[in-house]
């Protein structure tokens, strides 16, 4: 059975018929061509596929395509300004050397997009508290700590 | 360019890509008429094969085929290669039984592959190897290193399941020296199997093109070039010139992804069969049973003291699980990676290691970061550290009495040591951990209801792997070198190839540098290109901390040859003679005078050569050099851990790590602190938190990663880390290597740590809350 799913993906009204098993991530990936959204597990632990669904940070293996319909979805693709800017959250990541391998950054930067939103100026614990659900294996943790803490407060400046 | 580039902290040039989402992984690569695989896998530890049928597979919905061991056997495609030849005790080589792509007439360990499913999609590929019947008939199963001798035999070639005995060192001279010691410091543990989890699965992507016979692969590799040549050489028979291997963006390797592994043999074999793209990629509970494991050592280690507490002697057995097969390193890990270390830091003047190597059902073991230099660090830094309790002697100075000196030193265990400072690191770590002030510290935590302990490592490895004819006499099967080329092009902008593959640590900021700082360039000039073996010369990969010291050393050769023949055209240009013209940093001068001509000016003359010796000399300017390491290199440091124990639960937590680390020169600090932090964390989770268990069925219980526990970011705390230097004597940038130093040194640190807390012997890895409760119920 094929389903069609229309929502909005950085901007960008898509659509598309769909198996109705097919996850978010896979709609992203495969249907959109936004590899950007990685996948890390297949028990919603790493949170590389994070990406936004109407503002909030979500795991998008953990839903199919279907329950995003008439969403707006943002993912890291979406997240640079027009001009290939770096939104300052990517720019932290970047000053603060919080990234190695890259390949669970795109679901970092996306929690941090949301978590930063509450807490413009976060402890390095509410930090650590936020990642909970994305793993990291290159970093440690330690400069995406940083990176986040600085991030928020440039966002926070920002505004 | 005024400032050097060496030692600063830049920015890495790769970072834009992965922050954008514009990074290009295995799995992002899709080509036109792109199928996909799915492999029957074996939900048994051991079990012989009745049948295998698959038409009902084959009738599925978008199946393109299905292949078994008997397809592959019939099309005389070979099984996986061991690179790695151990001669056992005897003077006989190891046992090395057939490791089929698919299995044939029998399976060994769990996740072992029986079929494959190729379909127009992903999901459909899955559906069908649901549809795959294989009746099999369950055997008896040994999944313990300690059982395996006696268990039931997995391979005709090896009865006891034993690959090899192995051992290093002067075993009169060990037993002479324990007989006349004042005290023995005995320990028994296990060294806990891990799985290295990078977080972007293996994948790969084959195609094969009729038009000209030819294959490309993409995959999730660290050594493209290795890849190819095992596949070619030893696998599927392919002509070299015709594979084309791509190892793209990776994320994360750890060792994992050094092999050739069955999955990359069957999607390539199968490219060329439907003449369609193959693209498989695991998810990662299939990663948890077909990624090769590491660690798994059970051993018993002795130290043997004089009165003053002086090391007379060491004495190790340890039984190695390698695993249902040899994968591609598996043994040389626990034997030349292991056993040669054993000295540490120290002036232990007699050592004698003896290895047992079996044959588990599990999946196979090989080398996963630090490989056997985790293993030997644990040995030699809890055996000390255990020691200097017993003994009553302070573990840093206890340490300190031993300490190697003298350098060049010559180990008992064959590895001469070029350099090091021991007393530096770990008097650093003392007073960047404020060791003085542990006393209070301790006090503090007990109001709090906390067990508080300290624990020390100071570890050594031996890194930059490896002279080639060393590594040759020690039964390696191939060359260690590295290559790289430097292109310059007309208008002076360089190209930059390397055998170095980079898969998070940043070569291409970092070679930059180096590349950079020595023709005068900005960074933006200078392109790091790795990963593809149409691109790059050739190239041994990147495993074993091995990139600068041996990757960039052979940049530093080709770098070499470009300015020498800069020299030649510049002395045409300036109407000097070669002997006089002097290079500094993109310049090049004629000795004591003003005249100078650029290495831009240069570039352009050598692509432009309307005034050029071309009598003499060839235009261009590119130039490429192998570079065969002259020893290893020993980066060596030292680690100080304070945890807390919670004395209710058992739950322990990191409270400070100091690491400081002397790894030669350092040309980027600020990626070097991040390989420290990574080594670090992955080091603690051995100790804290992973561990991959097996119950006697041969069932993998801790196979995902709800299961096996990667350390979170609450797992950690904030690490303070510095670096001592002593430049390495025999590479041009005296680099020694940083990449395994924090899983190396980590686990000793925080065991001693969590032993001096409770008051206890040994508490077996990892030290869990349960483990750690018992222990204290216990004592």
């Known amino acids: ?159 | 360019m005024t400032t050097s580039l060496i030692g600063a902290r830049v920015a890495r040039k790769e970072d834009y890509r992965f922050l954008t989402g514009s990074g290009q992984y295995t799995d992002d690569v899709a080509f036109p008429g792109q199928t996909y695989a799915a492999f029957v896998r074996s939900p048994h530890a051991h079990a012989a094969l009745r049948s295998v049928k698959i038409d009902k597979a084959k009738r599925a919905p978008g199946v393109l085929a299905v292949y078994t061991g008997a397809d592959l056997a019939a099309a005389k495609v070979g099984g996986l290669p061991c690179g790695w030849l151990i001669t056992d005790v005897n003077g006989q080589p190891m046992k090395e039984p057939p490791y089929p792509a698919l299995a044939q007439g029998k399976v060994r360990h769990v996740g072992e592959r029986v079929a494959v499913v190729i379909a127009e999609s992903a999901a459909q590929a899955r559906d069908a190897a649901e549809l795959v019947d294989v009746d099999y008939q369950p055997l008896p199963v040994v999944a313990s290193a300690t059982k395996a001798r006696k268990g039931p035999a997995l391979h005709e070639i090896a009865p006891d399941n034993t690959c090899y005995v192995w051992a290093l060192g002067d075993k009169n001279a060990v037993d002479a020296a324990f007989a006349k010691a004042a005290h023995v410091t005995k320990l028994e543990f296990v060294n806990n199997r891990l799985v290295p989890n990078a977080i972007e699965p293996r994948s790969v992507n084959a195609t094969y093109s009729r038009a000209d016979e030819s294959y490309t692969l993409y995959v999730a590799s660290q050594n493209p070039h290795v890849e190819r040549l095992l596949m070619t050489a030893f696998v599927l028979g392919l002509p070299e010139n015709k594979v084309r291997v791509v190892a793209p963006d990776v994320g994360g390797g750890f060792g994992s992804k050094i092999y050739l592994y069955a999955e990359d043999v069957v999607c390539t074999w199968a490219a060329k069969q439907l003449a369609r793209p193959v693209k498989w990629t695991a998810d990662r509970s299939e990663a948890f049973v077909s990624d090769a494991h590491g660690r798994d050592h059970v051993t018993t280690a002795e130290l043997a003291l004089g009165s003053e507490g002086n090391f007379l002697a060491m004495r190790v057995r340890t039984t190695a699980n390698l695993g249902a097969y040899l994968s591609t390193f598996a043994s040389c890990v626990p034997t030349i990676l292991y056993a040669t270390l054993l000295a540490g830091q120290y002036t232990t003047p007699a050592i004698f290691c003896e290895v047992t190597a079996v044959f588990t059902n599990t999946t196979p073991v090989d080398a996963y970061r630090g490989a056997g230099r985790p293993e030997a660090t644990y040995v030699v830094e809890r055996l000390v550290e255990t020691a200097a309790r017993e003994m009553k002697i302070d573990p840093a100075e206890l340490r300190k009495r031993n300490f190697i000196r003298k350098f060049p030193y010559q180990t008992p265990v064959a590895l001469q040591y070029d350099t090091g400072n021991y007393d530096a690191t770990l008097e650093a770590a003392m007073k960047i951990g404020d060791v003085a002030g542990f006393r209070d510290r301790r006090e503090q935590s007990q109001r709090r209801g906390k067990l508080r302990g300290l624990g020390y490592a100071c570890y050594i490895e031996a890194c930059g792997i490896a002279p080639s004819n060393v590594a040759g006499a020690l039964g390696a099967r191939a060359g260690l070198y590295e290559a790289g080329e430097i292109r310059v092009h007309p208008t002076g902008t360089v190209t930059v190839f390397t055998g170095s593959h980079a898969h998070g640590q940043g070569h291409e900021t970092t070679f930059a540098q180096v590349v950079a700082d020595r023709l005068g360039l900005s960074m933006e000039q200078v392109d790091i290109v790795h990963g593809d073996t149409s691109k790059v010369l050739f190239g041994m990969g990147t495993y074993g901390s091995r990139s600068i010291a041996v990757g960039g050393t052979a940049i530093v050769k080709a770098l070499d040859k470009v300015v020498a023949k800069g020299k030649k055209i510049a002395a045409h240009l300036l109407e000097a003679s070669e002997g006089d013209i002097e290079y500094e940093r993109g310049v090049f001068k004629v000795a004591g005078t003003d005249k100078k001509k650029t290495f831009g000016e240069v570039a352009f003359a050598a692509y432009v050569p309307h005034n050029y010796p071309l009598d003499k000399l060839e235009p261009g300017l590119n130039e490429n050099a192998f570079y065969d390491p002259a020893n290893f290199t020993f980066p060596a440091g030292s680690y100080v851990c304070e945890v807390e124990v919670d004395r209710e639960t058992g739950a322990a937590q990191i409270v400070a790590f100091t690491a400081v680390d002397d790894f030669g020169k350092v040309i980027n600090p600020m990626i070097v602190e991040g390989q420290v932090h990574g080594g670090l964390a992955q080091g603690i989770g051995q100790a804290l938190t992973e561990n991959c268990a097996y119950d006697d069925t041969g069932q993998l219980v801790s196979g995902s990663l709800a299961d096996y526990c990667i350390p979170r970011a609450t797992d950690l705390p904030l690490f303070k880390i510095d670096t001592r230097e002593t430049p390495c004597t025999h590479n041009p940038l005296g680099v020694k290597g940083c990449g395994e130093a924090g899983a190396i040194g980590a686990p000793a640190a925080v065991m001693n740590a969590i032993t001096d807390a409770l008051g206890v012997k040994d508490v077996p890895m990892p030290a869990t809350a349960q483990n750690l409760w018992r222990a204290m119920t216990r004592a």
């Open chain 1, 1 to 159: 059975m094929s389903v069609k799913v229309s929502m909005k993906v950085n901007g960008k009204p898509v659509s598309a018929e769909l198996e109705e098993r097919t996850l978010l991530v896979t709609f992203i990936r495969e249907n959109l061509r936004l590899t950007g959204t990685h996948v890390g597990c297949d028990t919603a632990q790493c949170g590389a596929c994070t990406v936004h669904m109407n503002g909030r940070a979500i795991k998008s293996c953990s839903i199919v395509a279907m329950q995003a319909e008439g969403a707006d979805i943002l993912t890291i693709e979406g997240v640079a300004h027009a001009d290939g800017t770096l939104h300052p959250m990517q720019a932290a990541f970047k000053e603060n050397h919080g990234l190695q391998c890259g390949f669970c950054t795109p679901g970092m930067v996306m929690n941090a997009l949301d978590f930063a939103k509450s807490h413009p100026s976060p402890t390095e614990q509410e930090v650590r508290e936020s990642l909970e659900g994305n793993l990291c294996r290159c970093t440690g943790y330690h400069n995406i700590v940083k990176s986040i803490m600085a991030g928020a407060r440039a966002m926070a400046a920002a505004k």
